[in-house]
C-alpha cells in the first residue's frame, strides 16, 4: 500500500500528464496551420469591421524620435495624465471597430511588465500596465483588441540594423515576450508583426503558428513595408512578409482597380485581405515621403478631409483601413486631434449615408 506522499507524488504526475497531453496534440496541430486558401469566418469577420485604429505610443513619444534605439533610460518614459480609455472612446466616436497597441516598438520598450525584463513600464516613471488599460478600454467599448510588435530592436540587438538577422537571444525573447502577450492578456483579435525580414522563412512560420496555437482565431499580420507596399499596392505578398493572414500596406492604399483577395503564393492560391495602414501626422523630415507615425513637438494632425477620404478610398477599393492616432506625452490624445478626428467622422458618415 502507497503511503500519503506516494499516493500525492502519483496524483502529482497523473495531473502533470493530463495538463499536458493537449499542449503536445496542439503543438502537433499547428504543424499545419498555415493562411486560407478561402474566406473562413474569421477573415469574413475581420472584412466586416473593415476600419480600425491604431495608436503609437511608447518611448518615441518622449524622445521625439519614430526611430528611437533604446537608448535612453527607462525612466525617460513618464506619462503625466496617461488616459487609454480616452484613446478608445474616441476610437468608438470616430467608428472604429478594431484597435492596435504598439505593445513594443523598434525602442524595446514594453507597455506591460515583461517578466525578467528591465526595459518596460514597471522601471519607468509611470508603472500602468498599458497593455492590461488598453484591454480593458477595448472591452467596455465593444472594439476588438490586437497588438503591434516590432522585430527591429536596436536595444536588444545591440545595434541599429534595419537588415541583419536578429541574434539567438533576441529571437528567444521574442518568442517568449508574444506568448506573454497572448497568454496574460486574453484574447487578442489581431497580431502585427513589423519589419519580419530580420527573421528567417523558418522562424517567421514558427512565430505564425505560436501565435496560433495560443490564440487560434488571431489574424496574424506581418507588415510589407513602406517602399514595398508602394511598389506592390497589396496585389502580391513579398516574401519576406510571409507567412500572413491579411496584406498590409503602409502608408499606401489599394490599388484604383480594387483589391483582389486571391494571391498566389509559389502556386497556391490564397485568400488574403488588404488592409491599409495609414498614418494621420505631418511629413516625417528625416524620410519625406514617409508621414510621422509618433506624436512630438509640433506634431500637427491631417485634416478631417484628408482623414475622411482615406476612409473612403479604402472603402471603395475593398480594403480594410487601419488608422493611426499619436497619443502625446501626458498620455492623451490631443484635444486638437480629437476635434478633427470628431469632424472627419461626420464628413465620413455624410458620405456613407
Not at 57 to 65: D, E, I, V, Y
Request: proline share 7%; aromatic share 12%; glycine share 6%.
Amino acid at each position: 500500500m502507497m503511503n500519503r506522499r506516494q499516493l500525492l507524488s502519483r496524483a502529482a504526475i497523473l495531473a502533470g500528464a493530463s495538463l499536458a497531453a493537449p499542449l503536445v496534440e496542439r503543438l502537433s496541430a499547428s504543424e499545419t496551420v498555415e493562411p486560407a486558401v478561402r474566406r473562413t469566418p474569421v477573415l469574413a469577420e475581420f472584412e466586416k469591421l473593415q476600419f480600425g485604429v491604431s495608436y503609437h505610443f511608447s518611448m518615441n513619444t518622449f524622445t521625439g524620435n519614430d526611430y528611437e534605439t533604446g537608448g535612453v533610460p527607462a525612466s525617460t518614459y513618464n506619462p503625466t495624465h496617461l488616459d487609454v480609455r480616452q484613446w478608445i472612446r474616441v476610437a468608438h466616436e470616430l467608428g472604429a471597430r478594431y484597435a492596435v497597441l504598439t505593445a513594443k516598438h523598434m525602442s524595446g520598450f514594453c507597455l506591460w511588465d515583461s517578466e525578467g525584463y528591465d526595459y518596460d513600464v514597471a522601471a519607468s516613471g509611470n508603472k500602468t500596465d498599458v497593455v492590461a488599460a488598453f484591454m480593458a478600454a477595448c472591452r467596455e467599448y465593444g472594439i476588438r483588441p490586437g497588438f503591434y510588435y516590432c522585430i527591429l530592436d536596436p536595444h536588444n540587438e545591440g545595434k541599429f540594423d534595419w537588415d541583419s538577422q536578429v541574434p539567438d537571444a533576441y529571437y528567444k525573447l521574442i518568442k517568449r515576450q508574444l506568448t506573454e502577450l497572448h497568454t496574460r492578456y486574453r484574447k487578442p483579435f489581431y497580431q502585427l508583426l513589423d519589419i519580419t525580414w530580420k527573421i528567417t522563412q523558418e522562424q517567421r512560420w514558427e512565430l505564425y503558428r505560436l501565435i496560433k496555437s495560443i490564440s487560434p482565431d488571431c489574424i496574424v499580420v506581418m507588415n510589407q513595408a513602406f517602399y514595398q507596399s508602394r511598389r506592390n499596392q497589396g496585389r502580391i505578398c513579398e516574401p519576406a512578409s510571409w507567412p500572413t493572414d491579411v496584406i498590409n500596406a503602409e502608408d499606401n492604399f489599394p490599388p484604383a482597380e480594387g483589391h483582389n483577395p486571391l494571391i498566389n503564393i509559389d502556386g497556391k492560391i490564397h485568400y488574403m485581405p488588404m488592409e491599409a495602414w495609414i498614418p494621420t501626422g505631418p511629413p516625417y523630415q528625416p524620410m519625406p515621403p514617409m508621414h510621422s507615425w509618433f506624436w512630438r513637438k509640433g506634431f500637427q494632425i491631417q485634416s478631417p478631409q484628408v482623414i475622411a477620404s482615406a476612409h473612403h478610398a479604402c472603402k471603395k477599393g475593398k480594403a480594410n483601413l487601419l488608422l493611426n492616432l499619436s497619443p502625446d506625452t501626458s498620455g492623451r490624445l490631443p484635444d486638437e486631434a480629437v476635434q478633427a478626428l470628431r469632424q472627419a467622422a461626420k464628413l465620413m458618415r455624410k458620405r456613407n449615408s
